[in-house]
């Protein structure tokens, strides 16, 4: 069973930068599943981030992201990480990643489509 632990969350002034990091808490390799960060604010709804494939050759971003936030991973380390850049009030929430086993090199921010998730990292953006 995978188990994901998220890490890097914390409080940051807007216009400020923060660098989660997903790994697998078990010894099971998170090479082979599309990984994605998904996040939830109180009173909202779940809402999908980022994805990236088990290889990393296809990323997608969440339209209120893009160009600030960069999604990769180091299967070496077996660890996909979020790099969030010019950081806003709207993006306090707390922050989860999540995985599936993809039928070939793809990645979704679709939360049904994910089996294993992590118990979230707050990120907290205010002055």
């Known amino acids: 069973q995978l188990q994901l632990v998220e890490s890097g969350g914390g409080l940051v002034q807007p216009g400020g930068s923060l660098r989660l990091s997903c790994a697998s808490s078990d010894g099971f390799t998170l090479n082979y599943y599309a990984t994605g960060w998904f996040r939830q604010a109180p009173g909202k709804e779940h809402e999908g981030v980022s994805c990236?494939?088990?290889?990393?050759?296809?990323?997608n971003y969440a339209d209120s992201v893009k160009g600030r936030f960069t999604i990769s991973r180091d299967n070496a380390k077996n660890t996909v990480y979020l790099q969030m850049n010019s950081l806003k009030p709207e993006d306090t929430a707390n922050y989860y990643c999540?995985?599936?086993?993809?039928?070939?090199?793809?990645?979704?921010?679709?939360?049904?489509?994910?089996?294993?998730w992590g118990q979230g990292t707050q990120v907290t953006v205010s002055s």
């Open positions: 999540a995985a599936f086993f993809p039928r070939g090199r793809t990645c979704t921010t679709t939360p049904d489509s994910y089996d294993y």
């Open positions: 990236i494939s088990s290889d990393g050759g296809t990323t």
